[in-house]
């Protein structure tokens, strides 16, 4: 009798270990769902780098446009700031309204 109730009382105590070791690893620090969080995170942060990366490579050819292409600088100035170049002038058209 004695056998059963130490054999029971095992089992008990292992149930109750592997169940708090289950739950530990399922939400304790570290555990499944923070992996669930970083893994969110890391993804949210690579999109994030990509965009960062797209835009530095957008910017280090227009850095090396204005180094290099005078006409890119005119260009910009003439629909930017609305500059003129030498000997350029500007017509204003209006279209006469119908009666």
């Known amino acids: 009798m004695r056998h059963k109730f130490r054999q029971k009382r095992f089992f008990i105590y292992f149930g109750a270990a592997l ?6 690893t399922v939400v304790g620090k ?11 995170e890391r993804d949210r942060i690579s999109e994030l780098n990509r965009t960062v990366e797209e835009e530095n490579k957008r910017l280090t050819e227009e850095i090396r ?5 005078r006409r890119y600088v005119a260009n910009l100035a003439r629909e930017g700031l609305g ?13 006469e309204e119908k009666k």
Do not use: P, R, S
């Open 19 to 24: 169940l708090a070791i289950t739950v530990f």
């Open 30 to 40: 570290n555990g499944l769902i923070d992996a669930y969080g970083f893994k969110k």
């Open 65 to 69: 446009l204005f180094k290099t292409d």
């Open 83 to 95: 500059m003129l170049g030498k000997d350029e002038v500007i017509y204003n058209i209006e279209k």
